[in-house]
């Protein structure tokens, strides 16, 4: 059906649309909603990619940090803002995870719209110094003999599941500590409060560089390229424990899909500049930028390897 069909099919309905060039000679400011506090991973790609948007577009594109419940908080915003193509979620994998362990997340999986796939990362499994592993098999044999913890940025986070899968997998013993942020959780190991961690590459590598942490493993399919010298769980003996961190857009569920494909095509096209390429390896994540429908896949797939992990391990928030 072309465009100018699909109009005179709404307004034979009673519906009001605007043509596409109209919406193309939009200029009033994007939101980027973001689920976690200013500084993070999160926050530094949302204001990248807003920032070349704003550029390339001519449009203000406002980051606003929402943080708070487990990334709850924004998404409930996002899922109930107007649905005219001027309000976006930028999230990750709690949009999926937390359909599961919170008891009401105050969404549904159908509440918003997959809009693109901005990157991919790996979790970091960690350790400091002075704990006598220095693989994750060795690491799996020190736990069944001596009481271990391990410290990630939050219950239910993407570094938390990865743990979880891990111990899952492998037999491993370890407590959970969560902590309120990444910040948190890396000074708990640093200053020898707890042995392990689990969290992003992002915020542990500087400290795996100095040699204030050791990395085991990533949890990606592949070594990172930013950390060549840190295996992968999969080749620690797990290949069942790939779970990769994504980053991504999502609109209310009611936006036009032709809106959602032009958008797609827009930030895809940003992606794929080779210095936000760079920067973005740089912050920790590959840039993916691939079609609707891959971002749509990749959210379903997740929701069905999430959500036995979590009655598995019995994960849940009140």
């Known amino acids: 059906m072309t465009e100018i069909s699909r109009r ?5 309905m009673g519906v009001a649309v605007l043509p596409l060039t109209l919406l193309a000679q939009d200029k009033s400011p994007i939101k980027f909603i973001v689920i976690t506090a200013a500084g993070g991973a999160a926050d530094q790609i949302a204001r990248l990619v807003a920032t070349r948007y704003s550029t390339m577009s001519g449009r203000t594109v406002i980051v606003e940090n929402k943080a708070g419940a487990g990334g709850n908080i924004a998404t409930e915003f996002v899922a ?18 937390n359909l599961f362990i919170y008891k009401n997340a105050g969404y549904g999986p159908d509440d918003l719209l997959p809009v693109i796939q901005i990157g991919a990362g790996p ?9 006598p592993a220095q693989s994750v098999k060795q690491l799996v044999e020190l736990s069944k003999i001596q009481k271990l913890a391990y410290s ?12 979880e899968l891990i111990k899952s997998v492998s037999g491993m013993e370890m ?19 707890v042995p392990v961690i689990m969290t992003s590459l992002t915020s542990a590598g500087p400290h795996i560089k100095t040699g204030a942490l050791r990395g085991l493993a990533v949890s990606t399919s592949s ?42 095509a827009d930030i895809a096209q940003i992606l794929a500049m080779p210095d936000v390429h760079e920067q973005l390896i740089k912050i920790g994540y590959k840039p993916v930028g691939k079609p609707v ?3 749509a896949r990749l959210l379903n797939d997740d929701r069905a390897k999430v ?12």
């Open 223 to 264: 070594r990172w390229p930013a950390s060549p010298d840190i295996p992968t769980i999969a080749e620690a003996g797990y290949p069942e424990c790939v779970y990769e961190v994504w980053q991504g857009l999502l609109a209310p569920k009611k936006t036009d899909s032709a809106l959602i494909e032009k958008f797609n």
């Open 307 to 318: 959500g036995p992990l979590v009655k598995k391990v019995g994960l849940q928030v009140s």
């Open 123 to 131: 979790s970091v499994l960690a350790v400091h110094p002075s704990v």
């Open 80 to 97: 109930r803002a107007p649905a005219d193509g001027k309000t976006f979620l930028f999230t990750s994998n709690n949009q999926t995870i």
């Open 8 to 12: 005179q099919l709404l307004m034979g």
């Open 293 to 295: 429908a891959d971002f």
């Open 152 to 163: 990630s940025t939050g219950l239910g986070s993407a570094s938390n599941l990865a743990c």
């Open 175 to 193: 407590v959970h500590l969560p902590y309120k942020g990444g910040a948190e959780a890396i000074s708990a190991v640093l200053g020898n409060q």
